[in-house]
């Protein structure tokens, strides 16, 4: 069974650009999140998906970062514009409506 | 207020020691999970296990083995003859129950860096 695949692996950009991050789902898996790993901080999630509908998008500085599931699959998340405090690792993972999440390898983002 | 605590921020131990990392959660919720995942350096996030909060009794899986006590809030995790393979980062993780099946979120700790010297 394939995991949970996201693209790109690494990324670097200046600061005040945007960026995306990509994410697919092991398929089947209703439930969608997203979580930022700050160096030496564990994950906190930063969006949760329940098929294409938003669950829990508290903790979303929704002012520069959006995000969005269509079709209830692949999800992208997006920060526009970036600033220094965004660097980190960007995870994806999902569930079957279970208690269980799948990780992906995540995304690392450098903003300089 | 923090709902996982790790108070270890690094470990490092001998190959073939043994090491326990601590876990200490807190909830008011009477059914929680606890788990506890692997983070290597390639950076994706490995599970190793989960737990109710009504299972109380103690589990091991080859060279792991987990400390479950309800009464002290811990969950902790132990390695058993480690090896070089086992350093990574390790994160233990709450999931209070929520009132949608659908709805689990995980709340971590800052994580405990192992290091396995050869």
């Known amino acids: 069974e394939a995991g949970v695949a996201q693209s790109p692996r690494y990324k670097i950009i200046e600061k005040r650009q945007s960026v995306a991050f990509w994410c697919n789902p092991i398929?089947?898996?209703?439930?969608l999140y997203w979580y930022q790993q700050i160096l030496g901080q564990g994950p906190k999630l930063l969006i949760q998906?329940?098929?294409?509908?938003?669950?829990?998008d508290s903790q979303l500085p929704k002012d520069r970062f959006s995000a969005e599931r269509l079709k209830g699959v692949d999800s992208t998340l997006k920060i526009q514009p970036a600033k220094l405090e965004d660097s980190a690792v960007y995870l994806c993972?999902?569930?079957?409506?279970?208690?269980?999440?799948?990780f992906g390898p995540g995304t690392r983002l450098t903003v300089l | 207020a923090q709902k996982v605590t790790q108070a270890q921020t690094e470990i490092s131990v001998v190959e073939k020691e043994d090491v326990t990392l601590d876990c200490v959660y807190e909830?008011?919720?009477?059914?929680?999970?606890l788990f506890w995942y692997k983070q290597p350096p390639s950076g994706e996030l490995v599970f190793l296990i989960r737990?109710?909060?009504?299972?109380?009794q103690n589990e091991i899986s080859g060279r792991y083995s987990w400390n479950f006590q309800k009464s002290t809030s811990s969950f902790n995790f132990t390695i058993t003859a480690s090896q070089v393979v086992d350093s990574a980062v390790y994160f233990c993780?709450?999931?209070?129950?929520?009132?949608?099946?659908?709805?689990?979120?995980?709340?971590f700790g800052a994580g405990t860096t192992v290091t396995v010297r050869a």
């Open positions: 993972a999902s569930s079957l409506a279970q208690v269980e999440q799948f």
């Open positions: 993780a709450l999931s209070e129950a929520p009132g949608n099946v659908n709805d689990y979120k995980l709340s």
């Open positions: 998906f329940q098929n294409n509908g938003v669950v829990d």
């Open positions: 737990r109710n909060s009504f299972d109380e």
């Open positions: 398929s089947g898996h209703a439930t």
């Open positions: 909830t008011r919720d009477t059914t929680y999970y």
